[in-house]
């Protein structure tokens, strides 16, 4: 099984645009303070998969980043991906910043149509508040996603 890498996740985007606001991301996350054990960014399977992204290292992941068909960033959130956080009241705020309602299937949008500090805003309050009760320390490794019950680190 192939997976993505950040590097090749960058790579395979169409515009610089996207790349840019990608890059800005990851690097958000790399100088967040890391409160759990998780790895930041979970790698999912090429070419179809996409990067879920726990902003503090935590268990659920708020949020997954992937590719569209004309190679759009599209970000996503997981309110009904994870057993434990499926359609978690944390998952609120962030819904009503996509024009979604977290009791309803999640759909992906672009990336570039959210103004990144608002963005940012709400991924990192839903990390806290989703892995708050939880798991608050992230040490659950038993992480299921419910689309296709395979569970990961």
């Given at each position: 099984?192939?997976?993505?890498?950040?590097?090749?996740?960058?790579?395979?985007?169409?515009?610089?645009?996207?790349?840019?606001?990608?890059?800005?991301?990851?690097?958000?996350?790399?100088?967040?303070?890391?409160?759990?054990?998780?790895?930041?960014?979970?790698?999912?399977?090429?070419?179809?998969?996409?990067?879920?992204?726990?902003?503090?290292?935590?268990?659920?992941?708020?949020?997954?980043?992937?590719?569209?068909?004309?190679?759009?960033?599209?970000?996503?959130?997981?309110?009904?991906?994870?057993?434990?956080?499926?359609?978690?009241e944390g998952f609120a705020p962030l819904?009503?910043?996509?024009?979604?309602?977290?009791?309803?299937p999640p759909k992906g949008r672009q990336?570039?149509?959210?103004?990144?500090?608002?963005?940012?805003?709400?991924?990192?309050?839903c990390d806290l508040a989703i892995n708050?009760?939880?798991?608050?320390?992230?040490?659950?490794?038993?992480?299921?996603?419910?689309?296709?019950?395979?569970?990961?680190?």
């Amino acid at each position: 099984m192939v997976r993505w890498t950040v590097e090749t996740f960058l790579a395979a985007l169409a515009s610089d645009d996207d790349r840019a606001r990608a890059t800005e991301l990851f690097k958000r996350v790399e100088d967040l303070e890391q409160l759990g054990e998780k790895e930041p960014f979970y790698c999912g399977e090429f070419p179809g998969g996409g990067i879920y992204i726990s902003p503090h290292g935590l268990s659920y992941a708020p949020i997954w980043l992937s590719i569209n068909t004309q190679q759009k960033l599209m970000v996503t959130a997981s309110w009904n991906w994870f057993a434990d956080v499926r359609h978690h009241e944390g998952f609120a705020p962030l819904a009503q910043l996509m024009g979604l309602d977290h009791n309803e299937p999640p759909k992906g949008r672009q990336l570039a149509s959210f103004d990144p500090e608002d963005l940012w805003a709400a991924i990192v309050a839903c990390d806290l508040a989703i892995n708050r009760e939880s798991d608050p320390l992230g040490g659950n490794d038993e992480r299921r996603d419910l689309r296709t019950g395979a569970t990961g680190e």
